[in-house]
């Protein structure tokens, strides 16, 4: 039988690679970390890659394994998933991983300017109703660009067409340098990197075996210009009803 959650935390509150900065106490804690993550934590001047929204954090596990001249950390607010990578971390002592429990709305408190290199959105919840809350929307971007270098990277892995679109046309408006893109990356030449199909997270899996098509996205984020949303209504996904009646009783959202 598996740990309990309160079994979990309680684990995790003795990891050495994980850090829990969640709302309730980030307004009262400093974090010493911002800007020294290179030198007190991976005692390296390589990369920094952040992984938001981690789940249980295999992906940021297996980049790391793949990439050891590149620092990784996985950022998510559900610490009893995170406990999973974590855990296999020390396990397999693979030093270029840490993980940090916070919410990803104060994501910006954690890293310095030019502190960190590309960022990964891996099947991040397409937030249909709510575009301040997608992780590609101006909100988010505007908050990445105070601590991912200048022109530094996002990738995009999803299954979502609507979160797919909504980027491409974010992409677009904004005129954002787009470096690599298809709406089938296991069905298509167009992306060259082997760690793009050979890594797959636990929601990859399931996708895939629902017979559903990975999308893949990689593009620039300057820190000049002005952001703006698209104004364009994009037909919502309605198989992430899946099992349930749909949320939303309209067909598009903007």
């Not at 099947?123 to 991912?148: E, G, I, V």
């Not at 980027?167 to 787009?178: F, I, Q």
């Not at 709406?183 to 167009?190: M, Q, T, V």
């Not at 620039?220 to 099992?243: A, F, T």
């Amino acid at each position: 039988m598996g740990k309990g959650k309160l079994a979990k935390f309680a684990d995790m509150e003795t990891y050495r690679n994980v850090f829990q900065y969640p709302y309730s106490v980030v307004s009262d804690v400093p974090f010493a970390m911002r800007g020294h993550w290179r030198d007190d934590y991976f005692h390296n001047q390589n990369p920094i890659i952040l992984e938001l929204g981690c789940g249980k954090g295999e992906y940021a596990v297996e980049l790391a394994k793949a990439n050891p001249d590149k620092n990784y950390i996985g950022v998510d607010i559900k610490g009893a998933r995170m406990w999973t990578g974590a855990t296999r971390a020390l396990q397999e002592g693979i030093e270029n991983v840490a993980f940090l429990r916070t919410n990803i709305e104060i994501i910006d408190r954690f890293f310095a300017p030019d502190e960190v290199q590309e960022l990964w959105l891996t099947f991040s919840d397409p937030q249909m109703k709510n575009p301040r809350k997608r992780l590609t929307s101006t909100y988010f971007l505007a908050r990445y660009r105070r601590f991912l270098e200048d022109r530094g990277i996002i990738h995009l892995k999803t299954d979502s067409n609507f979160l797919f679109t909504y980027t491409s046309l974010m992409v677009e408006h904004n005129a954002l340098p787009l470096t690599a893109c298809t709406d089938d990356l296991y069905g298509s030449d167009e992306v060259q990197d082997p760690t793009l199909t050979s890594i797959q997270t636990y929601y990859e899996q399931m996708w895939l075996s629902r017979g559903l098509s990975i999308k893949y996205m990689q593009f620039q984020l300057p820190h000049e210009g002005l952001l703006e949303e698209p104004n364009v209504e994009i037909e919502l996904d309605d198989y992430r009803s899946y099992h349930r009646s749909k949320r939303s009783p309209l067909e598009t959202r903007k």
